[in-house]
């Protein structure tokens, strides 16, 4: 399944496909930190505001939030420092307990799981990538690839085979023996990457992967991310505070502020349409061209057989270059190869010249 | 020798104007009563016996009721403690046995692992750990000990040390993982670490001895209680310390909880926790030594033997033996302290994967053999043996013929002069305005509790009658520490600037610090003999190093950027030291001067051996005696005086750190 197949709530690539169950859900999560937190959330009614529990001397990390993540998605958790985009990932894994609310892996409500259900599932339905790699400093990087199968008890033959496969899969091979502080972030990051995949979760949570890299790297990263989704098709929670990078990356982008969600939907979405000025903040900058795709500006395809043909997933910016040589019209591909559309020139040069 | 805990400010703590305010009439009514009281007041002055209440006696009487009476059910205690012995002394045995008596097996007498075989595995360990400059340390330190003869000895000590060691380490980590795992079990045992760190460990030698009998086992036991602790800090601390990333990582993979203390917690705090190995290793050693007067025998035997019979060479060569093999263990254990980052990763059989392991079994198996034909690599023959035991006796003779007057004029002139006024003036303080007076620096330092602390536990120590031992303790112990860091700081600050010079000293240091405290009594007793100048002598050697080592940390950690600036707005060097590093290097002065006072205190009560009149002494007469309750509750007295010290300088610390703005008010440097 191509990502922009993938069956996402708005925007114009989850629509033709008739939305299955939804793989997370998460409903009305609230985490307030301080003394007896729950009572006190509890007492001041159903939508206290971040003021009134700050008042109480609480800090209300995640306020209120709903989301589902469809299968094969990769949803984007994006706000700025200390906006509680950890705090809200920690809950869903369960690696704190949420005040109130509800979340569904699966249909199943996570926080009534036992602990010995959440070491099944963690063992073998989730993954996490962290954001200072978090590799254990005396194991080898085979080793620490192949250390969630340790955990479960994995033969040692069958372990080395599939830490060896995930290390070829993030491009490092032959670096098996060497110990994490021999390696420069990125590859320690390729390595946390290799790890949270060797149980070949269906969830897979990366806590700002890339925050800790240098630019040029972080985007090759990105780029490697992609390939591996491309092959992986994993459910992904992705947490960045870097809003290029969520635009790259997201199927949709939930945007966080002071522990509550401001706006959920695709990068398309996000940008044309911004429900807040807070959102607007962050959208002023960004070129619209990067970010609208092909299907949003494509006619019919109907009459003649343009030459160039344009991916349905690329952005407007990606399909400029075709119309340089004066070319009037590109038609759009599915993954298939099947023409779904024409694209035309004054379209696109209307976009671009909006930037 | 302690890991000290700093209290936590509790209620307001008073301004400086106020405290100047209250500290002026304080000072007065102290000096009133003082000059004057003493007839108004006698009490005030001599704590009435008849108030003192028999604790002493109750702990004695508990003692023999355990020991007789107490029964738990199937057993008695007395089985219990018994049986523990008993226990322990099978690995002691079987240690012993291959180092140093040989053991019959099946009938046949089989002899210990030879001097060269013992040498050579060493020399192994050290080329495992640190390459060949290590082995060739070890091996020359063991070599060093089958020369000058006291191969026999040494491995009674190592015996011990060998049995010790492991059940330290082992004690301690469970002790620190159950007070990691549960707050309040960490909470209840700092301060029961405190104690067991500041109680002289002659005060429970007698328990021990009592409750377990004469012999190497008690003295193994001893050694745990003394060499624990700081692995149990430091295991807490280390374990507190792994990032919060690793534990989300280890419960993401789903790591049951044993998995997660196993696999991911304690690997994580692999290095730190080597650093308490070295810890318990070195303690271990230093009490060994000192345990040697309940029959653990060894070096630390002959060296009290020698002192008894004031036989100089014998006791001086026995102190290097101690001196080589504190070296060695202490060098072997660093190095694996740091290798513990590196792990191999060889493939391949049995011998390819362990190749020290076979080495060492085949070095242990040919050496046996050789000895077989040649007894001479069996043990060391006393032929070969130099014997420097005349030379350092004449030596002591020579000293004492030629400058006997010198060296009793100093001491005859610090006494009169120095020790005896500044003894007597402390013993005529009243005991109530000392608890005054400390109460009230509590207070102005650390607030209503640390007052309370502080006061209190000077009005327990008048209460058990010891108050004037207390004073003498006080006394040897303050003037000591006021020496040694009158010497430490002008050393500190000559070498803190320059790196070569620090790295000399440094060594030098180390090394100091790795002896055990038995070895300084030797040379102030040739030269001083016996006394309470003598007990001084050796109290600032033993405690110089911490004296010299945290002004130099302290001076070396000020942040370069403000001396820069201070040499931008034109400060001379002199006032560079002055205004700025000193400055900004108090806190950590403070702290080496509460290690200086923790060490002074731990080699004083050691010093009763050569005839001070301290509360050390109490313990040691009490230790003679076999007297439980009277050696404990002069401990007791010497632990609350390091109690006091240290919560006092640890507040003092802290508020010249506040006031330097290198912490804020509230959070407090939990060490
Ligand atoms: N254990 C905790 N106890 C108290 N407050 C906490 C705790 N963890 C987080 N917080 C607070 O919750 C808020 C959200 O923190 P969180 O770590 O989720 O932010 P974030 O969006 O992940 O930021 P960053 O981008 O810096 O990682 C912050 O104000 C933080 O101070
Ligand atoms: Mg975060």
């Not at chain 2, 040739?526 to 190093?545: E, K």
Request: hydrophobic fraction near 50%; include cysteine; glycine fraction near 10%.
């Amino acid at each position: 399944m191509d990502r922009v197949d993938a069956p996402v709530a708005t925007g114009p690539g989850g629509d033709r496909m008739s939305a299955p169950e939804p793989k997370l859900v998460c409903r009305g999560v609230w985490k307030v930190f301080g003394h007896r937190g729950d009572e006190t959330l509890r007492a001041m009614g159903p939508d206290p505001s971040g003021d009134t529990l700050s008042a109480a001397g609480l800090v209300p990390a995640v306020r209120n939030v709903d989301i589902e993540v469809g299968e094969g998605e990769i949803f984007v958790i994006m706000g700025l420092s200390g906006s509680g985009k950890s705090t809200l990932v920690r809950c869903l894994s369960r690696l704190i307990e949420p005040t109130a609310g509800e979340i569904l892996f699966q249909g199943r409500n996570l926080l009534a799981a036992s602990d010995s259900e959440m070491i099944e599932l963690r063992r073998h339905a989730m993954g996490m990538v962290f954001q200072h790699f978090a590799l254990l400093p005396h194991m080898t990087v085979a080793d620490n690839v192949a250390f969630p199968l340790e955990v479960q008890g994995v033969s040692r033959a069958e372990r080395s085979e599939r830490a060896a496969r995930m290390i070829e899969l993030v491009g490092l091979a032959g670096r098996e023996t060497a110990f994490p502080r021999e390696l420069s972030g990125g590859q320690q990051q390729r390595v946390g990457i290799a790890r949270s995949l060797a149980a070949d979760p269906e969830l897979w949570f990366l806590d700002e992967p890339f925050s800790a890299l240098d630019p040029l790297i972080r985007r090759e990263m990105q780029d490697e991310f992609m390939r591996l989704q491309s092959v992986l098709k994993k459910t992904i929670v992705f947490i960045t505070h870097d809003f290029d990078e969520a635009i790259r990356l997201a199927d949709r982008i939930a945007i966080m502020k002071s522990g509550a969600i401001e706006q959920v939907g695709s990068p398309e979405d996000i940008v044309l349409n911004p429900a807040t000025s807070y959102v607007r903040e962050f959208t002023g900058a960004v070129s619209r061209s990067k970010v609208v795709k092909v299907t949003r500006l494509m006619g019919p395809a109907n009459g003649g057989s343009p030459v160039k043909t344009v991916q349905e997933n690329a952005s407007i910016a990606d399909a400029a270059p075709l119309f340089n040589d004066g070319t009037d019209c590109v038609a759009v591909t599915d993954a298939q190869g099947r023409v779904t559309g024409h694209l035309a020139r004054p379209a696109v040069i209307d976009m671009m010249l909006q930037g | 020798m302690t890991g000290t805990v700093a209290s936590r400010p509790v209620g307001p703590v008073p301004a400086i104007a106020t405290s100047l305010r209250l500290w002026i009439p304080a000072g007065l009514v102290f000096v009133v009563l003082w000059l004057w009281g003493r007839d108004v007041l006698p009490w005030a002055f001599d704590y009435p016996r008849s108030w003192v209440p028999p604790v002493r006696d109750w702990i004695s009487d508990a003692m023999k009721w355990l020991m007789n009476d107490a029964s738990l059910g199937l057993f008695t205690f007395r089985e219990m403690t018994r049986a523990i012995a008993a226990v322990i002394d099978v690995p002691y045995q079987i240690a012993l046995g291959l180092l140093s008596g040989g053991a019959t097996v099946l009938g046949v007498l089989v002899s210990p692992i030879g001097w060269v075989g013992v040498t050579a595995v060493m020399g192994l360990l050290g080329h495992f750990a640190g390459g060949w400059r290590l082995a060739a340390l070890t091996s020359a330190c063991f070599g060093f000990i089958a020369i000058f003869g006291q191969w026999t000895s040494a491995m009674v000590t190592l015996a011990s040390v060998l049995i010790a060691v492991p059940l330290g380490i082992l004690f301690g980590l469970f002790l620190g993982l159950a007070g990691y795992r549960w707050r309040g079990v960490g909470r209840a045992l700092i301060p029961i670490l405190d104690l067991m760190q500041t109680i002289p460990v002659f005060a429970y030698l007698v328990p021990i001895l009592i409750l377990f009998g004469f012999g190497p086992t008690s003295a193994v036991i001893a050694t745990l209680i003394y060499a624990m602790p700081p692995m149990t800090r430091i295991t807490m601390l280390a374990l507190r310390r792994v990032p919060s990333d690793l534990q989300d990582l280890g419960h993401m993979v789903g790591c049951t909880p044993r998995q997660m203390t196993w696999r991911v917690m304690i690997p994580s705090a692999k290095e730190s926790l080597m650093v308490g190995v070295n810890q318990v290793i070195m303690l271990s050693l230093n009490m060994v030594i000192i345990a040697s007067m309940i029959g653990a025998g060894g070096l630390g035997f002959d060296v009290l033997s020698a002192l008894r019979r004031l036989d100089f060479g014998a006791g001086v060569e026995a102190g290097f033996a101690i001196v080589a093999l504190a070296i060695a263990l202490d060098r072997l254990s660093q190095a694996f302290a740091d290798r513990a980052q590196v792990p191999l990763h060889v493939h391949g059989g049995f011998i390819a994967r362990h190749p020290y392991l076979f080495g060492g079994l085949l070095t242990l198996i040919l050496s046996a053999l050789i000895g077989l034909a040649y007894p001479a690599v069996q043990s060391y023959p006393e032929a070969w043996q130099i014997s420097t035991g005349t030379f350092w006796s004449d030596l002591v003779r020579y000293i004492n013929i030629n400058y006997f007057d010198a060296l009793e004029s100093v001491k005859n002139f610090m006494l009169l002069n120095l020790l005896i006024p500044f003894k007597r003036l402390l013993i005529g303080l009243p005991w109530v305005g000392v608890a005054g007076l400390l109460a009230l620096s509590g207070w102005c330092l650390g607030g209503v509790r640390l007052g309370l602390l502080t006061g209190g536990l000077t009005v327990l120590i008048a209460s058990t009658g010891l108050w004037e031992e207390a004073m003498i303790t006080v006394y040897l112990c303050g003037l000591s520490v006021v020496i040694a860091m009158l010497i430490g700081l002008p050393i500190g600050i000559a070498v803190a600037m320059q790196d070569s010079l620090w790295r000399g000293v440094r060594l030098v240091i180390d090394t100091m610090q790795t002896l055990p405290s038995f070895v300084y009594l030797m040379p102030a007793v040739m030269l001083f003999r016996v006394g309470d100048f003598t007990a001084m002598i050796a109290v600032v050697a033993y405690a110089l190093a911490p004296a010299i080592r945290y002004t130099v940390l302290g001076l070396r950690s000020v942040d370069p950027s403000l001396i820069e600036a201070g040499r931008a707005m034109g400060c001379t060097p002199f006032q560079i030291l002055t205004r700025i590093r000193l400055k900004l290097a108090l806190p950590e002065i403070m702290l080496g001067l509460n290690q200086t006072i923790m060490f002074a205190l731990s080699m004083l009560v050691i010093t009763a051996l050569v005839g001070t009149r301290d509360l050390g002494q109490e313990v040691y007469i009490a230790l003679t005696k076999a007297d439980p309750g009277r050696g404990l509750v002069a401990g007791l007295c010497v632990a609350a005086i390091a109690i006091i010290a240290d919560r006092l300088i640890q507040a003092g610390a802290h508020r010249s750190r506040v006031r330097l703005g290198l912490a804020d008010e509230r959070a407090n440097g939990d060490s």
